[in-house]
């Protein structure tokens, strides 16, 4: 099982990023896609899941507003866009599956102007 992540990005306050997670060695449609981040200092957060399947998403409250979940079941990949982005957006951004706690390596997303 592998899920390798979109490399680091830099982006401005107000702006948008747009995060992949391109799995391999499982049946992509048969698990839950969980994101979480931990910002600088902080503990892990969660900040929803996608259920491949058929589309479905969760997300935390404090998020519901500015993230948007989707998936490529062709290509057996995770995304993750987070919308009207500020300072405190600034962390590293995981996906992870549950089948066997596999996560990816992480994207560091930098908000600065």
């Known amino acids: 099982v592998q899920l390798v992540q979109s490399g680091a990005e830099l982006r401005n306050p107000g702006a948008s990023v747009k995060l992949s997670c391109k799995t391999s060695g499982y049946v992509f449609i048969n698990y839950y896609m969980y994101w979480v981040r931990q910002a600088p200092g902080q503990g892990l957060e969660w900040m929803g899941r996608?259920?491949?399947?058929?589309?479905?998403?969760r997300s935390a409250q404090k998020f519901q507003d500015r993230v948007t979940f989707t998936v490529d079941t062709s290509t057996s990949t995770a995304y993750m866009e987070l919308s009207s982005l500020k300072s405190e957006d600034t962390a590293v951004y995981y996906c992870?599956?549950?089948?066997?706690?596999?996560w990816g390596q992480g994207t560091q997303v930098t908000v600065s102007s």
């Open positions: 992870s599956t549950p089948l066997g706690d596999h």
């Open positions: 996608i259920d491949p399947e058929d589309g479905d998403t």
